[in-house]
C-alpha cells in the first residue's frame, strides 16, 4: 500500500475515532448528574477514553506515513463526522447547515489531497528543531499576553488570541509527534526524551489555552479559530522546514489556498451550527402582549380562553404581569350623558 494512501485511512480512522468519543462524553454530560468521582464508574466514560487514546495512537501513525500538509488538515474531519454519527448513534437530526458545512470540508480537503505533491517525507533536522521550539515559546507568549492585556475591554481579541495558542500549540505538538515516530527506530531514546516532554508541555499547554478561551467567549469562536490555526500552523511549518508542497507549482497553491478557505468557511458554518444545538427555545406564550384599552400587560403561561382575553380588552378583567394570574375588575357601566334642554 502506498504511504500517502496509508496515512489518509488512518487519519480518517482517528477522526472517527474522536467523533465517536465526543459524542459519547457529550451524551454523558447530558445525562448523568454532576459528581466528582462518578465518571470513575461509568463504563461508557472508560469507553470514551480508550477511544480517545486509540485515536491518538491512530494519528501519531499517520504522521509517520504522511506528510504534515496533509495529514494535519484531516485531524478537522472530527466535526464533519459528528453529525452523521449523531443522527446514528443519538438519533439527533442534520440540519441543513451542518449538511452544508461538511460539503465544503469534504471538498477543500478532497481539493487539498489531489493537489499534495510527492515530495519525499522527512522530518525536522538536528538544528531546526530548538528554533522551531523557541519560535514557538515565542509566539505563544505573545498571544498570552494579548490576551492578558485584552481583559474586560475587548473579550473577543481575548477569545482569539487563547484560541490561537492553542492551535499554534497542538500543531507545533504534532510537528514534534511526527519527529519523534520517524525517529523511533533509529534514535536512542536518550535523544528523543527532551522532545517527548516538549510535546508533552505543548498538549498541556493547547489544553490550558483551549479551556480558557471558552470561558465568556462562547463554543463557535475559540472552536472554528483553534480548529483552524491547527492544521495551518502545521501546513505551513511541513511547507517551509520539511519541504513538502503541491502539485502545478503556483497554480496548484493558489488552488490549494482556496481550497483551504473553502474548508476554513466550512468549519465555521459547523462550528456555529454546533454552538446553536441545546439553546432553550422562548415560550412565546410568556412574551405575547395583550393589547387593550389600558398600558400593555404580559400574558400568563398557560393557554386561555378567547372569551377570557375579550373580557380583559374590555377592561372586565386585568391579567396581573407578575403572579400571572386573573384578578377580577369590577364592571363599571357607561354613563350616558346628553343635553338637556
Not at 445525562?31 to 462518578?38: D, E, F, I, L
Not at 483552524?228 to 508542497?245: K, R, S, T, Y
Amino acid at each position: 500500500m502506498n504511504a500517502l494512501i496509508g496515512a489518509v485511512l488512518l487519519a480518517l480512522l482517528s477522526a472517527v475515532c474522536y467523533a465517536t468519543a465526543a459524542i459519547v462524553q457529550e451524551r454523558i454530560a447530558a445525562t448523568t448528574p454532576p459528581s466528582r468521582y462518578g465518571l470513575l464508574r461509568s463504563p461508557r466514560w472508560w469507553g470514551a477514553v480508550a477511544l480517545n487514546g486509540l485515536g491518538a495512537v491512530l494519528h501519531v501513525g499517520a504522521l509517520g506515513l504522511g506528510p504534515l500538509s496533509v495529514v494535519q488538515p484531516l485531524g478537522v474531519l472530527t466535526l464533519v463526522l459528528a453529525p452523521p454519527l449523531a443522527a446514528v448513534m443519538v438519533r439527533r437530526p442534520v440540519s441543513r447547515t451542518a449538511w452544508r458545512g461538511i460539503a465544503l470540508v469534504s471538498g477543500g480537503l478532497a481539493v487539498l489531497l489531489v493537489l499534495t505533491g510527492s515530495t519525499p517525507n522527512r522530518s525536522l533536522a538536528g538544528a531546526e528543531q530548538p528554533v522551531l521550539a523557541a519560535a514557538v515559546a515565542c509566539a505563544l507568549v505573545l498571544l498570552v499576553a494579548t490576551a492578558a492585556t485584552a481583559g474586560r475591554r475587548s473579550r473577543l481579541t481575548r477569545t482569539v488570541s487563547l484560541a490561537t495558542a492553542a492551535g499554534v500549540a497542538y500543531g507545533a505538538a504534532s510537528v514534534f509527534i511526527k519527529t519523534v515516530a520517524d525517529s523511533w527506530g533509529t534514535s536512542p531514546l536518550l535523544v528523543l526524551a527532551p522532545l517527548m516532554g516538549l510535546i508533552g508541555v505543548l498538549a498541556a499547554t493547547g489544553l490550558a489555552t483551549s479551556q480558557a478561551s471558552y470561558r465568556g467567549g462562547g463554543l463557535a469562536t475559540p472552536l472554528a479559530t483553534a480548529t483552524v490555526v491547527n492544521p495551518a500552523f502545521a501546513a505551513v511549518v511541513g511547507i517551509v522546514l520539511l519541504d513538502e508542497g503541491f502539485l502545478f507549482g503556483a497554480p496548484g497553491a493558489a488552488g490549494a489556498a482556496l481550497a483551504a478557505c473553502a474548508t476554513v468557511r466550512g468549519l465555521f458554518v459547523l462550528a456555529v451550527d454546533h454552538s446553536g444545538r441545546g439553546a432553550p427555545a422562548r415560550d412565546p406564550a410568556a412574551s405575547t402582549p395583550v393589547r387593550g384599552p389600558g398600558p400593555v400587560m404580559v400574558r400568563p403561561p398557560g393557554r386561555l380562553s378567547r372569551a377570557v382575553h375579550r373580557a380583559a380588552a374590555h377592561g372586565h378583567l386585568d391579567l396581573h404581569p407578575r403572579r400571572a394570574r386573573i384578578c377580577a375588575r369590577p364592571h363599571r357601566p357607561r354613563r350616558v350623558t346628553g343635553s338637556r334642554r
